[in-house]
């Protein structure tokens, strides 16, 4: 079951593809033809997520070929020798650690893999004369929004560790797109990825509590966790809820395989907000999520967790002048296919039979 399905493109080299949206990416680029190659160490993923990733392309006429090699992306010979061998067109770059709440903790650790991560694969590339890059950033760039919707020309100002690693990467790429100007890198700015494959196969599988909403909420719908926690009802928003730009994994994916085919088109360095430009609150996605469970979730309200913002949500219209892509699922089939993969899987992963 893929969604892709266009001309086959190449070889492309995905950090952290094993990881929830590298896994999803790896899915729809398979689909449309490109051969996939994964770099991951598995500190936040399992090999078993890459079989289930090869068990839906093969379904697929026409679907490339998927490799994996297991190493740290910050192992700059490493990824060398791999970008060499396997003879890689373009890169995506997922792999990182994403936690805001750890990331005020360990800092450095945040620093040394975020950004140590990309300026070791930024030299891996420019030693193999690899200069196509598409890099996960993110929404927190932006930090507390003056107006809504959010433009990719609005003011940057992160309000943590993580943010600033992102918006960090972000500065390295322009500054090497500048010094070379055959690079064509794409920062994609993503809003808040939720959903899994509709297969139920691949989805997103946290260790310990879960930080976002959705997979906290599919947790105590299979029973692992009591009630929902909201964090604070009385933001400056109509129910008092936080209110976010929640966008389908799969949407989001397809925006990758989307910057991948227009890469050559673009300027040396360009950023790209990847939302549906609709905002939902938390209690609309409680509601959601109730619906697609099939009965009403519990939950309690308590304060507000440190560094939220009330309500942030994209305009993504440069992602469908640039692109050529828009997001189509609904709030209902992100909270239906969420909880078909955590159904299936109330554990993720774990101690889940391979293939
Ligand atoms: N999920 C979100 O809400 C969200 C939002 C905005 C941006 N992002 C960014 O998107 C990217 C992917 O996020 P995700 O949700 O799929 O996270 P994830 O943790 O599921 O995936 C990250 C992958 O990178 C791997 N990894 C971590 N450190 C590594 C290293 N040093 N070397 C090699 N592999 C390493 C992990 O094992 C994992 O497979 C991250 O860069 C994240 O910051 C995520």
Redesign the pocket.
Known sequence: MCNGGRVPSGVALL?????????HTAVELLCAGWDVVV???????SPV?LERVARIAADHPGAGRLRHHR?????TPALTRVLAEERVDAVV??????AVGESVEQPLRYYR??VG?ATSLLEAMAATGVRRLVF?????VYGEPATVPVDERAPLGPTNP?GRT?LIVEQVMRDVAAADERSRFVAL?????VGAHPSGLIG???EGVPN?LMPYIMQVAVGRRPRIRVFGDDYPTPDGTGIRDYIHVVDLALGHLAALEALDRLDPFTAVNLGTGQGSSVLEVIDAASRAVGRQLPYEVVGRRPGDVAAIWADPSLAHELLGWKATRTLDEMAADHWRWQSRNPQGYRGAPAG
């Open positions: 950090t952290g593809g094993a990881g929830y949206i590298g896994s770099v991951d160490d598995f500190s936040n993923a997520a190493l740290d992306v910050t192992d770059h997922f792999a990182g650690l994403k893999v975020n991560g996960s950033s993110s929404a927190t993580y992102k700015r993503y809003f808040n990825p997103e599988d946290p976002n």
